[in-house]
């Protein structure tokens, strides 16, 4: 009996010592990358939370939109035009959500915008104080002719006058930047 006793013993505490060997040799992997605002590591590559890119989700993916522009535009009611717009963040109660001053080159309360998938941005519907009514969407891009980048707005407007739209349904797009 004391020789099946030994031996029990013997056998879990070499069963216990092997369990923890192999547990502590088998741990997960440690991520050795830090992912900013929000991001979680994944591997070695930062899983970024809404709003931010980059290898470690160190940039706002509306900061690309943000700044002086000028727009050149023609819709299927008016001619063609340039003028300046500027893009920014006050009063954005999101990471995404930007603002459009002097959108049309009418308006003189701001046109807002979410930014999506880093390179994409919906207007949704908004009434201007003059009634109109303002929606669409838009792209970002850049090119080797292009390297500052471009947005690409697609949009329309509402108005007494009709519809005078931007390449939303027909027309073409209103173009930021490089022309």
Known sequence: ????????????????????????????ESCAIVCANGGVCNGAVCICATGYEG?????????????SWTIHETGTISNPAEFPVSIDTIHADTITRIRIMNFYNKYPTPVFAYVSNGTSLSI???????????????????????????????????????????????GSPAILGCY
């Open 1 to 28: 009996m004391k020789l099946l006793r030994s031996i029990i013993i013997s056998f879990s505490v070499a069963c216990a010592a092997f369990a923890s060997t192999l547990y502590v040799s088998c741990t997960k």
């Open 55 to 67: 290898s470690n989700c160190q940039i706002a993916s509306r900061q690309k939109f943000l700044g």
């Open 124 to 170: 949704p519907t908004q009434i201007m104080p003059n009634s109109d009514t303002v929606s669409g969407w838009g792209t970002y891009a850049t090119s080797s002719t292009c390297p500052t980048g471009k947005i690409f707005l697609y949009f329309k407007i509402g108005s007494t006058s009709g519809v005078d739209n931007f390449g939303d349904s027909t």
